[in-house]
Structure formats: C-alpha cells, structure tokens
C-alpha cells in the first residue's frame, strides 16, 4: 500500500518559532503536495513539487517555504509561526502520468500556534 | 480553473442509494472529473474519476451528464462509515484545488 507519512499527529509552538513539517511518502512519486484545511473553508493547496529540487506555489504561499532536497521528502516550513497558520495541514504524493492518476494523502498535522 | 459547486451538506438512511450531485458548467474539454472523500480525522481518500463516459468501481459508481456540465456521484447503499466530506474535482493538466465539498450525514 501507498504510504504517506506526516511526521507528527499533533504540533504545538510559539509565535515566532520556525516550524518544519515533514513529509515522507514510499512510492517514488514525482509530485508532492502541501495543505492546509480549515473549517468551512476545504483544503487550499500552499505549494506542490512536481520533482526534486522544484517547486511551484500554490494559493495562499505566503508565510511558508518548502524543501524538497529528496524524492521521497517534502518539507513545509513556516518561517516565522503566526497565530493565523493554526491549521490542519496535509500532505500528499501522486506519482507522474495519465491526468487521471491520483493523490495519496497523508493523515496530517494538527498544528496550534500560540 | 473551472469550478464545482456542490451542495453543503446532505443526508441519507442507512442502506439507502445517495447521489451527491456536482456543478462543474465550465468545465473544459480535457477535464477529467475526480471525486475524493474525508472520513473524520483522516486526509481524503480517491473514489473515482472519469472523463466522459460512466464509471463504476467497488466503492461508488460515477454518472456524468452528456454535456459533463455536471455530474453524480452514486453510493448504491450506504453504510454508517460513509459519512464523510465528499469533494469533486476538475483537473487537467494542472493541480487539484479542493472546495468545500458536501457533508454526507448518514443516519441509522
């Protein structure tokens, strides 16, 4: 089975820190895919990575950067925490083909700015 | 990219047929139509997808109108651990952008 993995279930931090999210998937996808989802709002796409070292923004990409040094690892970093980036965030993974192939999801990062 | 528009919410009985329905009037000639769901505390999951003609798979069978303006996504009997958001997606060549989805309530 596909897997995607978040690195953490449950994130809480302060506001000003630097914050990383990890991402790792085992499928050798090409692309990868930041979110975050808020209540009523649905997700929003914050940036993708169609392969290493590449990266395109999404929707809402202000207040984050991404790495994506590794195939397998995708990385969304909040440069400076915000109270307004309390957010459910998710990653996903899709590998590289037919327009119908589709996005794996991860279980995502609850994190809570305080 | 072209938009869906989908009802906020709906519900269903038990082991009862649902059909969520889906608004995509702008939808380009290249759009497939790919339809996703969220169980709680989960990320969404794929359900299906297609381009033209009808789909069925183990999970949900996909009808699309003959001028795909819309299309209905159809659970021939629904169970409690379908409860979910239910998202419906245009996507061509770019990314998937996910709306509000509908919040399939289902009752016993």
């Known amino acids: 089975d596909v897997k995607v993995t978040q690195s953490s279930r449950y994130l809480v931090k302060r506001t000003g820190e630097k914050v990383f999210l990890e991402c790792v998937q085992d499928m050798d996808h090409e692309n990868m895919f930041w979110y975050r989802q808020d209540p009523g709002l649905g997700l929003r796409l914050i940036y993708f990575s169609y392969d290493v070292k590449m990266k395109e923004k999404g929707d809402i990409p202000e207040g984050y950067s991404v790495s994506r040094e590794k195939k397998e690892r995708f990385s969304l970093i909040l440069e400076s925490a915000s109270t307004n980036q309390t957010s459910m965030y998710l990653c996903a993974s899709r590998p590289v083909g037919r327009v119908g192939e589709k996005l794996f999801f991860g279980s995502g990062t609850q994190l809570s700015v305080l | 990219d072209a938009k869906t528009t989908q009802p906020n919410s709906m519900e269903s009985n038990e082991e009862e047929p649902v059909h969520l329905p889906c608004n995509h009037s702008t939808i380009s000639g290249t759009d497939y139509i790919h339809w996703y769901r969220q169980l709680p505390s989960q990320g969404p999951e794929y359900v299906i997808h297609g381009l033209t003609s009808n789909v069925n798979n183990r999970m949900a069978s996909l009808a699309i109108a003959e001028d795909r303006k819309s299309s209905t996504l159809i659970l021939h009997r629904a169970t409690l651990r379908d409860a979910a958001v239910y998202y419906c997606?245009?996507?061509?060549?770019?990314?998937?952008?996910f709306g509000a989805g509908t919040r399939l309530t289902v009752k016993p």
């Open positions: 997606i245009l996507r061509d060549v770019g990314d998937m952008r």
